[in-house]
């Protein structure tokens, strides 16, 4: 057995896969609905000081 550290990817990121999938993956309706829901969970977790 080798351990060896892995050799990296240039496309090899937090943000690519995420990317590929609200632009090529989800036609405009999904890409809306995603919004919707991640600012409708925002909104109903904040809080004035």
Do not use: Q
């Not at 080798?2 to 943000?15: F, I, M, N």
Request: glycine content about 6%.
């Amino acid at each position: 057995m080798v351990r060896k550290a892995c050799t990296l990817r240039k496309d090899d990121d937090d943000w690519g896969p995420a990317g590929t999938l609200v632009r090529d993956v989800m036609d405009e309706a999904a890409r809306d609905r995603l919004v919707s829901n991640i600012v409708g969970h925002l909104e109903a977790d904040v809080s004035t000081p």
